[in-house]
């Protein structure tokens, strides 16, 4: 369970300190954040509200052990059946972790603006093809999760590799049927990096509580920038022009 639980609890120890170290840098960067698109979004990012900590829930442990993240309550039930339903296959029992899920807008600024300046992100339009400017990101409405795996082979968190472990290829398998999609599939036209970790709940149906609101919430993201795999109204399947993965990725 140590050598388990060790590399997750040092993501989140490396992940405080680029909080406490970006905060200087936080005003100097969103300053030079341009003026919105005539759709409204920053840097091909939606506006989305930050969510209030009486509406979020802790995500199940195993999940996220020691408690770090926090999902909208109307989730927690597919995530559950999604978390069920992985531990029956035998080659990902217990390897899916969140590595991100909800994060407030100020936190998100920190993490937007800490890391210009690396990984090639010399501006806040570099930074933007990689993470959403604050007040633009998924992970503030709550219904968004970055997962990642405790499987060996040198893949991190948050990298194109991910989609190429059996932790990716079985959410990119079946995680439509738990009322999960990806909100950032390879070739977007939104102008933002392939992220085959981070995905976003919309209910399994239409039907289920808490999904007609996360539906209004991603709508013009949706209509304008189809996830892929996508949750439909009827049959939860990815599109039909994409069978696999995409077999390139990108670390």
Aim: contains cysteine; charged residues 20%.
């Amino acid at each position: 369970m140590y050598r388990v639980a060790r590399p997750i609890a040092l993501f989140f120890a490396a992940f405080a300190l680029l909080v406490s170290g970006a905060q200087a840098f936080a005003a100097d960067c969103t300053a030079k954040l341009s003026a919105p698109d005539a759709d409204g979004r920053q840097l091909g990012h939606f506006t989305y509200p930050d969510t209030p900590k009486s509406v979020l829930v802790k995500a199940p442990e195993q999940l996220a052990p020691g408690g770090r993240c926090y999902v909208r309550k109307e989730m927690l039930p597919d995530l559950k059946r999604l978390l069920e339903a992985a531990d029956k296959d035998p080659a990902i029992k217990g390897k899916i972790r969140a590595i991100s899920c909800h994060r407030s807008i100020a936190v998100q600024k920190m993490l937007f603006c800490g890391r210009i300046g690396h990984d090639g992100a010399s501006g806040v339009h570099e930074r933007a093809w990689a993470s959403a400017p604050p007040g633009h990101s998924e992970h503030a409405t709550g219904y968004a999760i970055d997962f990642g795996t405790t499987e060996p082979g040198g893949c991190g968190h948050a990298v194109g590799c991910f989609g190429a472990t059996k932790v990716g290829k079985w959410l990119y398998a079946n995680a439509t049927k738990y009322g999960f999609e990806m909100s950032f599939p390879a070739g977007n036209k939104q102008g933002v990096e392939w992220e085959p970790w981070h995905w976003r709940w919309v209910g399994s149906s239409i039907d289920e509580p808490g999904a007609e609101s996360a539906r209004r919430l991603f709508a013009k993201a949706r209509a304008q920038f189809p996830a892929n795999p996508a949750v439909g109204d009827a049959a939860a399947t990815p599109s039909s022009d994409v069978d696999a993965p995409p077999p390139t990725v990108k670390s």
